[in-house]
């Protein structure tokens, strides 16, 4: 804290800076002197534009948190998420269906939104609903699929599963890579 008990101290992308206290990361930034272009929206704490990352004097922990709404503690060190440049995606709703490999253009399920996301929503677990909805609901049935549950069902592969789980791992290796490669299908 600085002296007059009104002010403290922020690292700023590693300078410092003396805030007043009780600033949001965002007015704290602004008060320092930066000119805020992107990294900015609502200033409401509804559009996730300044998601900001910060650790706190003596904690090893990376803490992640709205620049609008984060009030500034003393000594805090800031820095902001750059922003991610998306393509606009374009496209006719009308022509795109809901096909599983809409997924292959967007969601990797790598979370990262997640981070950025101010209603904390773990968008990687609402992309995994939407696909088994798709499983369940619109994907056509499968022909194959059906037939290999018959033959589970059937008992089909209830010896063979007994001998694997019988040989040692030397008769499993031998058994792996003489096993029949269709042409195209990765080993
Ligand atoms: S500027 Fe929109 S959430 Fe902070």
Redesign the pocket.
């Known amino acids: 804290m600085t002296e007059d008990k009104k002010h403290v101290s922020v690292f700023i992308m590693g300078k410092k800076f003396s805030v007043p206290a009780g600033s949001t990361i965002?007015s704290a930034l602004e008060y320092s002197g930066f000119q805020l272009k992107r990294?900015?929206?609502?200033?409401?704490?509804?559009?996730?534009?300044?998601?900001t990352v910060y650790r706190l004097r003596v904690d090893y922990k990376i803490r992640t948190g709205?620049?609008?709404?984060t009030v500034v503690v003393d000594e805090m060190l800031v820095a902001q998420i750059p922003f991610v440049p998306a393509g606009k995606p374009v496209y006719d709703i009308r022509e795109t269906g809901p096909v599983i490999g809409i997924f292959k253009h967007d969601c990797i399920r790598c979370g990262l939104c997640a981070l950025r996301c101010?209603a904390e929503i773990g968008q990687f677990n609402v992309a995994i609903l939407a696909q088994r909805l798709y499983g369940r609901y619109l994907a056509p049935p499968s022909r194959e699929l059906a037939e290999r549950v018959e033959q589970i069902r059937r008992g089909e592969f209830v010896a063979g599963m007994a001998d694997m789980k019988g040989m040692d791992k030397a008769k499993l290796k031998k058994i792996y890579y003489e096993r029949d490669i269709e042409p195209g299908e990765s080993v």
């Open positions: 965002m990294g900015v929206g609502c200033r409401e704490g509804f559009c996730g534009a300044c998601a709205l620049a609008c709404q101010p």
